[in-house]
C-alpha cells in the first residue's frame, strides 16, 4: 500500500523559513513525480512544486519558486520542501502527492495523496 507522510508544519512567525518532509513508501516505481500543493481556508488546492525521480528534474509554479524549493533525499522516497521568508497567506495545509507513469505536475495526474502537515504564519 503506498503511503505518504508530510510532516514539519507548524507555527512560525511571517519572515520565517520551514522545512517539510514527505516520507514515501509501500510502492515498487522505478519513476515517479512526488507532488508538492496546498489548501489554504476556504480556497481550491494549489499546485506548488514536483520532482521527478530519478532524474531529479523539478517543476515549479512561477509565482512561488523565489521562496519555494524542492529537493530530494537519499534514499530519494523523501522528498523535501523548503520554504522561506514565510507570508500570512501561505498559511495552508500541505500535501504531498505521488504519481507515476506521467511527467504532468498537475494536480489531476496524482493518485496517492498524504493527509497533510498544517502551516500557520502569523503576523
Known amino acids: 500500500e503506498v503511503q505518504l507522510q508530510a510532516s514539519g508544519g507548524g507555527l512560525v512567525q511571517a519572515g520565517g523559513s520551514l522545512r517539510l518532509s514527505c516520507a514515501a513508501s509501500?510502492?515498487?516505481?522505478?519513476?515517479?513525480?512526488i507532488g508538492w500543493f496546498r489548501q489554504a481556508p476556504g480556497k481550491e488546492r494549489e499546485g506548488i512544486s514536483c520532482?521527478?525521480?530519478?532524474?531529479?528534474?523539478?517543476f515549479q509554479k512561477d509565482s512561488l519558486k523565489s521562496r519555494f524549493t524542492v529537493s530530494s533525499a537519499n534514499p530519494e522516497t523523501t522528498v523535501y520542501l523548503q520554504v522561506n521568508n514565510l507570508k500570512p497567506e501561505d498559511t495552508a495545509v500541505y500535501y504531498c502527492?505521488?504519481?507515476?507513469?506521467?511527467?504532468?505536475?498537475?494536480?489531476?495526474?496524482?493518485?496517492?495523496w498524504g493527509r497533510g502537515t498544517l502551516v500557520t504564519v502569523s503576523s
Open positions: 502527492a505521488l504519481s507515476y507513469g506521467t511527467s504532468w505536475c498537475t494536480e489531476e495526474a496524482f493518485t496517492y
Open positions: 509501500g510502492f515498487s516505481f522505478d519513476e515517479y513525480l
Open positions: 520532482i521527478s525521480v530519478p532524474d531529479g528534474k523539478t
